[in-house]
């Protein structure tokens, strides 16, 4: 059973243009929603994450809006970039449980025209 | 600091045969896991560590085994490796959840083939 669906499963987007990311979880209990960046052939990195506790967390050209109530979040790349081209996964974790088990989304190939 | 270092980079191995995929950190974090990558998962949890001595199952746990004498090694053992093993492996740790160190920090991976 998969927890945390994300779409689409590939984007492509003009330079300049908004990219826009969707995650649904289904756990209550999850209390820490981050987003990764992966390069190919790299190891995914922490690119933003949020708390159930506000609604929108902005750093620089990347946003996470969360909806509490319809337990979903997504991830906006405003004026993206050829380098922003990669591939983005949601995930959620229970941290409050004591562990930091992420579950991740399926993920989401993001290609950036020039 | 080097952060999280996995080695080897590539590896194949034929049905049946076992080795070990070797993670280490430099950046004393209590919390070390391993995720498997495959093609339209995502990442899925094998198993994980919230300190030495201490290990526990993720979602999937089967075939493999790990253990954490150190705090800064957290090696993964292929009993038998199996064809549905072939995958890339990761390597991430983070720190103490009590300090809110929630971030987890990738190694580069391990491409692993089973023949």
């Known amino acids: 059973q998969q927890q945390v669906k994300q779409s689409p499963q590939s984007l492509i987007v003009q330079k300049g243009g908004i990219s826009i990311i969707n995650c649904a979880y289904e756990?209550?209990?999850?209390?820490?929603f981050p987003w990764y960046q992966q390069f190919p052939g790299k190891g995914p990195a922490l690119l933003i994450a949020?708390?159930?506790?506000?609604s929108e967390k902005k750093e620089g050209r990347f946003t996470i809006s969360f909806n509490k109530s319809a337990k979903q979040f997504s991830l906006h790349i405003m004026d993206s970039q050829p380098g922003d081209s990669a591939t983005y996964f949601c995930?959620?974790?229970?941290?409050?449980?004591?562990?930091?088990?992420?579950?991740f989304g399926s993920g989401t190939l993001l290609a950036v025209q020039p | 600091n080097a952060g999280v270092t996995q080695t080897p980079k590539f590896q194949v191995l034929k049905t049946g045969q076992s080795m070990t995929l070797q993670c280490a950190q430099d950046?004393?974090?209590?919390?070390m896991s391993w995720y498997r990558q495959d093609p339209g998962m995502g990442l899925r949890l094998i198993h994980y560590?919230?300190?030495?001595?201490?290990?526990d199952q993720g979602e999937v746990p089967n075939g493999y085994n790990v253990s954490r004498s150190t705090t800064e090694d957290f090696p993964l053992r292929l009993l038998s490796a199996a064809p549905s093993q072939t995958s890339v492996y990761f390597c991430?740790?983070?720190?103490?959840?009590?300090?809110?160190?929630?971030?987890?920090?990738f190694g580069p991976g391990t491409r692993l083939t089973v023949t």
């Open positions: 560590s919230v300190g030495a001595g201490i290990t």
């Open positions: 949020i708390r159930p506790d506000v």
């Open positions: 995930a959620a974790s229970w941290v409050g449980g004591a562990t930091n088990k992420l579950i």
């Open positions: 991430a740790s983070s720190g103490r959840l009590a300090a809110m160190s929630y971030e987890q920090y």
């Open positions: 756990n209550t209990a999850f209390d820490y």
């Open positions: 950046m004393n974090h209590e919390y």
